[in-house]
């Protein structure tokens, strides 16, 4: 895999306005960020042994707005943003070209503000998110609807407010043409595909279990079966209300190197030369590539290493024989075995982002040619979510206990006020989230425990995290959550979900409020007939 990871290196600044900001040396021991690799936020510094998110002191927001919090860093997502408009156009020659973040990502509306002030589209699933991005300014012709299932009302609000119409079901384009001709507009659609991709044999990372690549693509319910498309195409072309101007693939972060975006994008354009063909020499006016490129920190920094399943599998007989040996040769050889399974897998560092734009583009445009399909004026779309706003993100939250066993197997715990259910996003992909003690962060690691939340679950944020000495009240900094965590954020336990502060330079203000206990019951309807009453004064103590 070695060619895959050609021309790493740190993220640079290429936001233009970004702030100089101090960075530590990388890889001495005392370096928070030694463990990220050669990526690393521009955003985040270390002064005095104290972490900063842009000019504000990480530790700082958790006093003055509470914990846990989101934090995003405007100057990174603005840098973000005109980095990767600037790759793709560098890669890109013959036609504009189209960020459109993942909304679902992050559905922060100030955040949103700021893409659509930087010129980015979005690409958007529910009828809410359509409303929460046209709210704030964003040109709809650059607005991608994507989704199955899609109703006659969402349908409608999309031909009305002109955006693309991403279509994914077979029946989806008559509802188009009913809803557009209703309305007396032009609906401009796009097909999602799904390509046969049998060359792509390695590992997806969407499973912890060992799928290849190609297989995976096809058990996802996403994108419109090939053998479906050459009818539909010509059924639009008779449509008098629907122009279908191009075409759309997401195929999901199944790997982040370039081998896999040099497969996909191979399929892809054999796939728009067949349909071109198959539909008297049609062309596209605009090709979306979707998004799954990897952000900085991931997801290399799985939570758990690559060879998991196979020590599970083999692993689980091997303890169950190794109970004859008595309870307490039992529990040491458990001791080791736990401390070989949560041992931090050595970070990898993804292709930049430039190197993902070169390959992507690159590759499209070398087949599409080869295909006979010109790609002069021809508008090129990406939909980054967790490439474009995972290092925008950081979650602060405070220890609450450290919590230590010795017998029969030592482990130790760091309890914190936060909770994998404010981080289900990254969980759900077994995201190792990189950690920084934000009021300790130039202190040697000395420990290593797991970093927990405090739900009823076992609520394991990172395993075998390694730590310095951490007490309670120190200030965990949870790296990498500015895609999906805040948004998939739930109430389990009753817990009342963070705030957001926004940071600019040494400005910070919440752009999300936290929930109050009140919030969490806010939907409850209780019927009378089931109405019981507060359990009133205990007379004996007067409480
Ligand atoms: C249609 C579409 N585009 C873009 C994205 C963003 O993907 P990622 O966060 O992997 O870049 C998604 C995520 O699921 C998606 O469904």
Same mark, same amino acid.
């Given at each position: 895999? #070695? =060619? ?12 233009? /306005? ?17 463990? !990220? ?34 934090? %995003? ?23 504009? @070209? /189209?960020? !459109? ?29 359509? %409303? ?22 969402? &349908? ?81 072309? /008779? ?46 006016? =605009? ?6 490129? #990897? ?23 091997? !303890? ?37 734009? #070169? ?18 004026? @021809? ?38 006020? %936060? ?9 759900? =992909? ?36 390694? &730590? ?25 336990? #009753? ?19 936290? =929930? ?28």
């Amino acid at each position: 895999m #070695a =060619e895959c990871y050609a021309n790493m290196g740190p993220v640079g600044n290429q936001g233009g /306005d970004m702030p100089q900001l101090e960075r530590p040396p990388a890889g001495t021991a005392a370096d928070p960020f030694a463990a !990220l690799g050669g990526n690393r936020s521009d955003c985040l510094s270390v002064r005095d042994d104290r972490l900063f998110v842009e000019d504000c002191d990480a530790a700082g927001l958790v006093e003055r707005f509470g914990s846990p919090i989101f934090v %995003t860093s405007e100057t990174q997502l603005r840098a973000n943003v005109r980095r990767f408009r600037q790759a793709f156009e560098g890669a890109w020659p013959d036609g504009p @070209v /189209d960020v !459109l973040p993942a909304f679902k990502a992050n559905t922060t509306l100030a955040t949103r503000h700021i893409l659509s002030d930087e010129g980015a589209g979005a690409d958007v699933y529910s009828p809410q998110e359509l %409303t929460g991005v046209l709210g704030t300014g964003v040109d709809p012709e650059r607005v991608s609807v994507n989704g199955g299932g899609k109703s006659r009302e969402h &349908l409608r609000d999309c031909v009305g407010a002109g955006v693309r119409i991403t279509v994914e079901d077979v029946h989806e384009i008559d509802l188009v043409q009913e809803v557009a001709a209703e309305l007396g507009a032009t609906a401009r659609i796009r097909f999602r595909v799904k390509p046969v991709v049998p060359g792509l044999w390695r590992r997806t990372d969407f499973s912890q279990l060992t799928v290849p690549i190609d297989l995976g693509i096809q058990v996802y319910k996403s994108g419109i079966p090939p053998e479906y498309l050459v009818d539909m195409g010509h059924r639009v072309f /008779d449509m008098p209300n629907v122009e279908l101007v191009g075409l759309h693939l997401h195929a999901g972060r199944h790997h982040p190197s370039l081998w896999f975006w040099r497969g996909l994008m191979t399929h892809y354009a054999r796939l728009i030369g067949e349909l071109s063909r198959a539909w008297d020499g049609w062309r596209p006016s =605009e090709i979306d590539v979707g998004g799954g490129m #990897a952000s900085p920190r991931d997801p290399h920094n799985r939570e758990f290493p690559r060879s998991e399943f196979i020590a599970t599998a083999l692993g689980y007989p091997f !303890l169950v024989a190794l109970r004859s040996l008595g309870d307490r040769l039992y529990h040491a050889a458990l001791s080791r075995i736990v401390t070989a399974l949560t041992k931090p897998p050595e970070p990898e560092t993804p292709p930049t982002l430039e190197a993902y734009a #070169a390959t992507i583009a690159g590759t499209l445009r070398g087949e599409l040619h080869r295909q006979g399909v010109p790609t002069e004026g @021809v508008r090129l779309q990406t939909e980054p979510g967790r490439a474009l706003y995972g290092d925008t993100g950081v979650h602060l939250a405070r220890v609450k206990v450290v919590k230590r066993q010795t017998q029969p197997i030592p482990y130790c715990w760091v309890l914190t006020d %936060t909770t994998v259910f404010f981080l289900a996003g990254g969980v759900l =992909e077994h995201n190792r989230h990189p950690l920084v003690v934000a009021n300790r962060a130039a202190e040697a690691a000395t420990m290593s425990a797991d970093v927990v939340g405090h739900s009823c679950y076992a609520d394991q944020i990172v395993l075998g995290a390694r &730590l310095p000495a951490v007490e309670a009240g120190d200030v965990l900094a949870i790296l990498e959550t500015g895609a999906y965590q805040e948004s998939s954020a739930s109430n389990f336990n #009753a817990l009342p979900r963070p705030a957001t502060v926004l940071v600019h330079g040494a400005d910070a203000e919440i752009v999300k409020t936290a =929930e109050s206990g009140d919030d969490v019951y806010a939907r409850d309807r209780v019927p009378d007939r089931v109405r019981t009453s507060p359990r009133g004064v205990r007379p004996e103590t007067g409480a």
